[in-house]
């Protein structure tokens, strides 16, 4: 049998072969059977194939192993024209690789007979032979964007893993070729997907092309951190700068309410009364004998007396009496004294002072003599504390004693009606909280506050003596805001 030089067919006879050279490749003006280029004489078509596809081509020996110029590899595609398609029928796989006959479905030793039309494909990119011819009447519609495949190495998009397949067998061959057991060479292999290159610039390229795909989604991702990120540390911040601004106003209403640790009644007397000394306004005798007046006072609980004021109910009667007539009608509260600040609790013992009035109206009236056998004085201001901190340890108002820590003694802190209510309920005396929380008239006014005392002490009028009514209720424990 004889081969035909230019596509490997074999033929019985050199007159055979002659007119097989001038039917096939004479009179169909010479076309590659590997690539497009037409238009070439039988010359012109053999230098062609040993030159542009040295290391495709093969010539078949006898015993069936095709030979030529590189016999590591060799290619040959066949095609029939089937109407407006065409289709793959066969690959000689590479010598020395696992042919994959199911895949190509045709035996690799599969040689063009006498009357197969070689069809020319598309010439493969950048092949560098020049001109050439595409011998297709009717080209397949292109493929849309989607259903491309991009080449691995260097990016290029096929329409099919089969046309894939091609275009890397003879675009990169020594990308896939087996290394030589005995001339192993340095390869490369890929961060993202695990591929081996054969070169450092095929890495690159390749991991470009990774890096390219993914930047949307990576852009995306970074700014999504970033902006999380960002919008914590501006929580963080707030919350910092909240928390200090809260710390701030507790430390001024500590302050303001004498809950800041900085003494309570015998601290601020002595400091009063050595500045005092110091003015010019008290000599040392006369300081000596308030400090031991008022260390004698905390000792017993006891008030020293020095701010009280009796006769306070006498002197409201013969006033009204003898003056004011512009007022038709006068109640007065039964009996109290009257309590004034001292050095001890300026600014602050307000509260106190006013227990210390109401607690002089319950002592001096009949009525309450039997409940309060134990209190037959006025307690100083340590002491109505210690009373106070006392019904809170019994369980009365947990919600107030946790305003002050369960602490009194020793602070400057104001109190309210609702600490007053909480010690004379512990004294088992029966009391009552009213609260007028907002204006009830123009201005800022409290009408219905007055309204409500006018009624409280007008329901008693057995003491009336002309427009003054004596009455037998005590004092009305009366505070407002500051």
């Known amino acids: 049998m004889l081969v035909c030089d230019i596509c490997t067919q074999e033929v019985p006879s050199e007159d055979d072969m002659k007119s097989h050279l001038l039917v096939v490749h004479v009179e169909q003006d010479g076309c590659c059977p590997l690539c497009t280029v037409a238009g070439l004489t039988y010359d012109e078509l053999s230098n062609h194939v040993h030159t542009a596809h040295a290391d495709t081509w093969e010539p078949q020996a006898a015993d069936g192993v095709r030979e030529g110029p590189n016999s590591s590899s060799s290619v040959v595609r066949k095609e029939h024209v089937e109407g407006n398609h065409r289709t793959a029928e066969g690959w000689k796989l590479p010598v020395g690789r696992k042919e994959n006959k199911e895949q190509f479905g045709r035996k690799a030793d599969g040689i063009p007979r006498n009357g197969d039309f070689i069809r020319a494909l598309p010439a493969p990119k950048d092949f560098g032979f020049g001109s050439a011819t595409v011998m297709e009447d009717n080209p397949p519609p292109q493929a849309s964007a989607e259903d491309l495949v991009p080449c691995p190495f260097c990016g290029e998009a096929t329409t099919s893993i089969d046309k894939l397949e091609l275009h890397v067998e003879l675009e990169h061959p020594d990308l896939l070729a087996s290394p030589n057991k005995g001339n192993a060479k340095q390869q490369y292999e890929c961060p993202m997907c695990s591929l081996v290159c054969a070169n450092d610039n095929l890495l690159e390229e390749h991991v470009n092309l990774h890096l390219e795909e993914n930047y949307h989604t990576a852009k995306v991702t970074s700014d999504s951190v970033l902006a999380r990120q960002l919008q914590a540390e501006e929580d963080q911040q707030r919350r910092v700068e909240e928390s200090e601004r809260e710390k701030e106003e507790f430390q001024k209403l500590q302050r303001q309410f004498g809950l800041d640790n900085s003494g309570g009644y015998r601290q601020?007397?002595?400091?009063?009364?050595?500045?005092?000394?110091?003015?010019?306004?008290?000599?040392?005798?006369?300081?000596?004998?308030?400090?031991?007046?008022?260390?004698?006072?905390?000792?017993?609980?006891?008030d020293d007396g020095r701010?009280?004021?009796?006769?306070?109910?006498?002197?409201?009667?013969?006033?009204?009496?003898?003056?004011?007539?512009?007022?038709?009608?006068?109640?007065?509260?039964?009996?109290?004294?009257?309590?004034?600040?001292?050095?001890?609790?300026?600014?602050?013992?307000?509260?106190?002072?006013?227990?210390?009035?109401?607690?002089?109206?319950?002592?001096?009236?009949?009525?309450?003599?039997?409940?309060?056998?134990?209190?037959?004085?006025?307690?100083?201001?340590?002491?109505?504390?210690?009373?106070?901190?006392?019904?809170?340890k019994e369980g009365f108002d947990p919600h107030g004693a946790s305003h002050f820590n369960g602490k009194l003694q020793g602070t400057r802190a104001w109190i309210g009606a609702c600490e007053i209510f909480c010690l004379l309920t512990s004294l088992r005396l029966k009391c009552q909280v009213l609260d007028f929380h907002t204006p009830s008239g123009p201005s800022g006014t409290h009408p219905l506050l007055f309204e409500w005392v006018q009624n409280y002490y007008a329901s008693d009028t057995r003491g009336a003596e002309g427009k003054i009514v004596r009455t037998s209720k005590p004092a009305i424990y009366l505070q407002h805001q500051g």
């Open 268 to 302: 601020q007397s002595v400091r009063n009364l050595e500045r005092a000394v110091a003015r010019g306004r008290m000599d040392p005798m006369e300081y000596h004998l308030h400090k031991a007046e008022m260390l004698e006072s905390l000792a017993t609980g006891v």
């Open 307 to 392: 701010t009280r004021t009796s006769g306070v109910l006498e002197a409201l009667y013969q006033y009204y009496n003898t003056a004011g007539p512009e007022v038709r009608r006068v109640w007065l509260c039964s009996p109290l004294n009257h309590f004034s600040s001292s050095a001890g609790d300026t600014g602050w013992g307000c509260g106190f002072r006013n227990f210390q009035m109401l607690f002089s109206s319950i002592l001096l009236s009949d009525a309450y003599k039997d409940f309060l056998q134990d209190y037959r004085y006025i307690p100083c201001i340590p002491k109505i504390q210690e009373l106070i901190e006392d019904a809170w």
